[in-house]
């Protein structure tokens, strides 16, 4: 789950870390409370949005006294942002975080985030922050340095010293950026960080530094245990995505219209692969797990059926756990109680499968039998007419 | 001789007194492995169906001889499980549990440098010698004893392959599910090395998906070591960018750990691409003529 920026910022504000003075309000009457914590009348009010690219789409402002403060206030909370990654939905604007204005000297990039591949956390650092550092990795690829911390110690002075050199830190600023970074190093452990970054890390008009924009994304794994971060698991879900989760099922809508249910991620990949291969395209990721109930695999059925772009549904089951009679009844289940509006194909394979079988035959429902994955697939792609021979 | 696990394989299971970890344990007594017992912590003494219960993995590995474990803790204790595990000097752990944070993984992978302990997974279907032993939650009846390796990131795709060559006569030698997490123990190369120099084995097939680089360096090997005909099949190319698929691991950031770049690094080492995951088989069939 991602952090919005007061609540990241929350985070290292607590860890000790220097970030500027601010609080987060949401709504225009609250602006009192927010201007309390500036020191002052000036100040930037920042969209709360998980989207890159707000200050370009008019989601900070900045206002230089309460009567300015109230008007961005009112402006903003509430209204939908439209940005590059947003596209034309846009996302609403529900919290306004009200910072102090920090002078700005210099920006740098940095952030903690894993290397699977070494299985090992990273410094991501570059000299040129402010921007997107996919633009820096894109353009100049030698202005981001990629430093290991050791598992056991940490950070250490040896690679600090190596990361204020290629920085450009001066010696007082090496000293700060040795503190800011074990401090970041400890809050991405102690939270289950997945990604910490602060961009732009800024060296401020005292020359000293300061973490003017953070992004923290929480390993969904550990959400169970970091739910004192403010984090809300379903913030960015779909409400069928959080529907399918209260029943152990993992669902992900896209763009396609034949509908899938599966069992296993890999399997349910490899399901949506194979339509596309002949031509058609999935209109959701569904995998049920290893165990679902009957009633589980009947609200599956639901939910596929609840999006209004599915023209047929495939349903590939390879019993291992899961006996392919269970699966069965679920089917008939829900399509006895939901009916059935459109063509379905279904491949059982594994345990119990002759027993699945006879009683998808013996339901009398139209139901399409496949024999194995490739029959599905292409029996699936013909229904909604765009298979390829 | 297969690979990991065989007849000389003595099992445990840590949170044997669970509904699946008691489930899986008699379907793997069933398919003939040799499961000598489990730990549940405040339940030694007992016994559960057969199985003699001990309160820690030392215990059990004194009395019993353990020498591997499958491991059903609840994800919040399961990092403590391998650890005890491997502290306990069990050779082979198998940690089937899924969704285990991924700083407990680093701190486990961390703890287990230098050891003599191998692990397989978290959030794995486990391991099978085929018609000897089964650590894990793969269906038994589809394996068949025979020629050909198997390596899998997922659970179902590798039912779907151990099937496919069942059927068409090839069998298997070990098939080994090495789990979906981006943090894991045994990985693609490790197991293709243990099949290249395993002589039973006499064709590969390697499975993986979107996300991390451990296809690509299981296909730097294969270039450089492997002589066996190897076929590969990615999953998740029809997967948009930046959506997790289930698997903690299978997602696309950025350009690196797409499908296209594993089934080209395959390719470029010499591996068949089955482009489907219904021509596994078959791809592994003509491999092999």
Redesign the interface.
């Known amino acids: 789950m991602k952090l919005h920026e007061y609540q990241g910022k929350a985070l290292l504000r607590k860890a000790g870390l220097p970030v500027p003075r601010g609080e987060v309000i949401f709504s225009a009457s609250e602006t009192k409370k927010g201007l309390a914590a500036l020191g002052g009348e000036a100040g930037v009010a920042k969209a709360q949005a998980f989207t890159g690219g707000r200050g370009k789409a008019g989601g900070v402002k900045l206002f230089s006294n309460a009567a300015e403060a109230e008007a961005v206030a009112s402006k903003l909370i509430g209204m939908t942002l439209v940005t590059k990654q947003t596209g034309s939905e846009g996302v609403k604007i529900t919290a306004l975080l009200f910072e102090e204005q920090s002078k700005i000297a210099r920006e740098l990039y940095f952030a903690v985030t894993?290397d699977?591949?070494r299985?090992?956390?990273v410094f991501i650092i570059s000299p040129e922050g402010g921007m997107d550092i996919?633009e820096i990795a894109e353009h100049t690829p030698e202005k981001i340095l990629k430093l290991y911390p050791d598992?056991?110690n940490g950070p250490d002075d040896a690679l600090l010293k190596q990361a204020a050199e290629f920085l450009g830190l001066n010696a007082d600023q090496s000293v700060q950026f040795a503190d800011v970074a074990r401090k970041l190093y400890k809050v991405y452990?102690d939270n289950?960080c997945?990604l910490l970054e602060i961009n732009p890390l800024a060296v401020n008009g005292a020359g000293n530094l300061i973490l003017l924009d953070c992004k923290v994304t929480i390993?969904?794994?550990?959400e169970?245990?970091q739910l004192e971060t403010g984090g809300d698991p379903d913030a960015e879900k779909d409400p069928a995505e959080i529907e399918a989760a209260k029943h152990g099922l993992?669902y992900?809508k896209?763009d396609g219209n034949i509908g899938c249910m599966?069992?296993?991620?890999?399997?349910?990949?490899?399901?949506?692969?194979?339509?596309?291969?002949y031509g058609a395209?999935?209109a959701n990721?569904l995998?049920v797990g290893?165990?679902a109930s009957e009633e589980a695999v009947t609200k599956a059925f639901e939910i596929i059926t609840s999006d209004k772009h599915v023209k047929a549904i495939l349903v590939n089951i390879?019993?291992?756990?899961m006996p392919c009679d269970r699966i069965a009844r679920g089917i008939i289940n829900a399509v006895n109680t939901t009916g059935l509006q459109v063509p379905l194909v279904v491949r059982l394979?594994?345990?119990n499968v002759n027993e699945g079988k006879l009683l998808i035959r013996e339901s009398g429902l139209n139901i399409i039998s496949a024999d194995?994955?490739?029959d599905g697939?292409r029996k699936a792609a013909q229904m909604v007419g765009t298979a390829k021979a | 001789m297969a690979i990991l696990i065989g007849a000389e394989t003595r099992l445990i299971t840590q949170g044997i007194t669970g509904k699946a970890g008691l489930f899986h344990s008699q379907k793997c007594r069933e398919y003939g492995t040799n499961v000598v017992g489990g730990v549940t912590p405040k339940k030694g003494g007992t016994t559960v169906d057969g199985f003699a219960v001990f309160n820690t993995v030392a215990e059990a590995r004194r009395e019993t001889g353990a020498n591997a474990t499958m491991i059903f803790v609840p994800a919040p204790y399961a990092a403590d499980a391998i650890l005890e595990a491997a502290n306990a000097g069990i050779e082979l752990i198998v940690a089937i549990t899924e969704g285990i944070p991924v700083i407990d993984m680093l701190r486990v992978h961390n703890a287990l440098k230098g050891s003599k302990s191998i692990l397989i997974g978290p959030n794995c279907p486990g391991v099978t010698t085929a018609g000897v032993c089964k650590i894990g939650i793969a269906p038994g009846p589809i394996h068949q004893k025979g020629r050909i390796g198997i390596v899998s990131r997922s659970g179902t795709l590798t039912y779907e392959a151990v099937h496919q060559t069942s059927l068409l006569g090839l069998g298997q030698t070990t098939a080994v599910g090495i789990g979906g997490d981006p943090i894991h123990g045994l990985s693609h190369l490790d197991v293709v090395r243990m099949f290249n120099d395993d002589p039973e084995t006499e064709g590969i097939v390697l499975i993986g998906e979107i996300g991390g680089s451990d296809e690509e360096m299981a296909a730097a090997f294969i270039k450089e070591h492997v002589k066996k005909p190897v076929v590969g099949f990615i999953a998740g190319a029809s997967a948009p960018k930046g959506k997790r698929m289930g698997h903690a691991g299978a997602i696309v950031d950025g350009t690196a750990g797409t499908a296209q770049s594993k089934k080209d690094a395959l390719r470029a080492a010499g591996v068949t691409i089955a482009e489907t995951a219904a021509e596994i088989g078959q791809k592994m069939f003509e491999a092999m003529k």
């Open positions: 894993l699977r591949a299985a090992n956390v996919e598992w056991n452990i289950d997945s390993d969904e794994n550990a169970y245990r993992s992900i896209l599966v069992n296993g991620a890999g399997l349910a990949m490899a399901t949506m692969d194979i339509i596309a291969h395209q999935p990721f995998d290893g165990s390879f019993g291992g756990i394979e594994g345990t194995d994955l490739e697939a």
